[in-house]
């Protein structure tokens, strides 16, 4: 019997677009203002999260939280 080890296709594939989505959209806002030295603000989070709709990465329902 043999055992498979290897994460979903779909899992995989979420977590390309995850890291394609933080190298692309998320670090050239590392130095905006409004990323403090404790993270980034209210602000800068309400900015992004729509892109995280266009990249296929969150559903309308984590969109939601804070």
């Avoid at 692309?24 to 602000?43: F, M, Q, S």
């Amino acid at each position: 019997m043999d055992i498979n080890f290897a994460p979903p296709k779909e899992l995989v594939e979420l977590a390309e677009k995850t890291k394609a989505f933080v190298v692309d959209k998320v670090i050239p806002y590392e130095k905006d203002p409004r990323w403090t030295a404790h993270g980034p603000t209210d602000a800068i989070a309400i900015f992004l999260k729509p892109l995280t709709h266009s990249c296929a990465i969150a559903d309308e329902e984590s969109s939601h939280r804070r």
